[in-house]
């Protein structure tokens, strides 16, 4: 049952909780409608699937997630990446644009579960701090463009976020803003981003209120033009299987790969920080299956991509929320909603839902720590700002393959080309160290003590055997032994193998014994089983390079 976490729950609820569950559940329902509905129209699609993709993700995380306090729902992060494959697959139908954001839901749902019985939770890892800053500030961008049209009350129809720009400059120039929107959508997200000071007053329910209030009261809608919500269906989401032609799956299956990988992503940072706040472990293939049956069961019953919220979340935790009840307890809340009083909401502006969205796109924007990381890295910082540009010029999709492949790229660097030392003797500190940082440092005459900083594989085999050659040929004195500190090598394959065989050939020909000092365990293992250890000898392999180069004074005064 351990697939189950919230049967444990359940198993172990106090009956104290059960009040603030309540409360809590109640106090976050005033945020999940409006950021529900708001995010469903930021994707492509309609209001009403908002909240159809919160009730159920939240009960089915309720069971199967870990985290007693994660909040899952629709998510700005996600707005973006959805938008761009609705839209040119639904050409402007909403059943259509509805089957293609309910299959990404169960493409990623799919992905997200795989990977967790997989126990692949740490793929996430890859991505790291300033690459994820740079896609989430193309987002944010993405989002805060796409949104921007519909808080001055007109659209536009350009695709890309460039294309997108010129198309809002070219209706604001023609005088196609609507300023009655303009004034209600402009003061919401005045209101919700100065209410963001305090916390504890929930700033998006007051501006959402605010507003539809204005535009029922002074009936603005039939006045000035204003586009509204209009009365939601009445009732609950039926299960329903989503169907799309066969040549939509592609950008389909692409878009739901995009979405696990954020969602993931955002989820599992999230967690691990609720987790150590409450001092409650949290298993990331656990996480990872939670939120894969979530989105699975978004999809089946007309929902969309979903993803933890860091948003809604500490709207839970300062209500009190003790366990994931009070997910279930907004779910009903939402459900008798839909049931009775669908009408509630039907003045509620759009300009209005467009300020909730850029809002909440705001909060994604990361300054600071970028410009801590120009100070500290600039060439991380630099990452960032290509990974910001491929989604700001390209869009949402292609932007995280720029990303993902830059990620990769960073994570072979370092051991495609790693640094690589001699070593030398330096008066008063202990041991051999980087001739290179200290030039007074001493070498041992015919001796050379090479550091390899890297595990030995298929990418930088080659560059090993050069750095080696160059360390032999800029000594000052004839080599006649070559000891390998092999301290930081934590693997080798088969190419690398390979090539220290050559390498070995090429230096024996020069009259230069190869040794190793300091080589762990595994990879002498792995030496031996490519029929290194046979080749160099067991004596070759030495305990510390203190005790390599005692043996190589020692053959020197015998050859003497």
Known sequence: MRWVPGWQILKQYQSSWLRHDIVAGLVMTTMLVPVGIAYAEASGLPGINGLYATIIPLIAYAIFGPSKILVLGPDSALAAVILAVVVPLSAGDPQRALDAG??????????????????????????????????MNGIALTVMLSQLP????????????MRQVLAIGDKVWDGSTNI??????????????????????????????????????????????????????????????PMVPF????????????????????TSVLSRTYAARMKTPVDPNQEMVGLGLANVAAGFFQGFPISSSSSRTPV???????????????????????????????NLPNTALAAIVIASAIGLIEVADLRRIYRIQRWEFWLSMTCFAGVAIFGAIPGIVV??????IEFLWDGWRPHSAVLGEVDHIKGYHDISRYPTARLVPGLVLFRWDAPLFFANAEFFHDRVLAAIASSPTPVRW???AAEPVTSIDVTAADGLSEL??????????????????????????????????????FATIEEAVSAFLAKRELCL
């Open 102 to 135: 309910g299959t990404m839901a169960i493409v990623s749902g799919i992905v997200c579960v795989a990977a967790g019985l997989s126990r692949l939770g740490f793929i996430t890892e890859l991505l790291s701090k300033p690459i994820r800053y740079g896609y």
């Open 150 to 161: 519909k808080l001055l009350g007109f659209s536009v129809s350009a695709d890309g976020p």
């Open 180 to 241: 009655a929107a303009l004034a209600i959508g402009g003061s919401a997200l005045a209101l919700i981003l100065i209410l963001k000071r305090w916390p504890r007053i929930p700033g998006m329910l007051v501006a959402v209120t605010a507003a539809t209030l204005v535009v029922g009261l002074f009936d603005l809608a039939v006045r000035t033009g204003i586009s509204v919500l209009g009365p939601l269906p009445q009732g609950l989401p039926m299960p329903r299987v």
């Open 247 to 266: 040549d939509q799956l592609v950008p389909i299956l692409t878009g739901g790969l995009a979405v696990a990988l954020v969602s993931f992503a955002d």
């Open 316 to 346: 839970a935790e300062a209500a009190g929320a003790k366990t994931q009840l009070t997910g279930v307890m907004g779910a009903i809340a939402i459900a008798l909603l839909l049931l009775f009083a669908p009408a509630l909401l039907k």
């Open 403 to 408: 990303a993902v492949v830059i990620a990769v």
């Open 482 to 484: 070559l000891v390998v």
């Open 504 to 541: 070995d050939d090429a230096l024996r020909s020069a009259g230069i014994q190869m040794c190793f000092a300091e080589m762990k365990d595994p990879v002498k293992e792995k030496m031996r089983r490519f029929g290194l250890m046979a080749r160099f000898g067991e004596q070759s392999f």
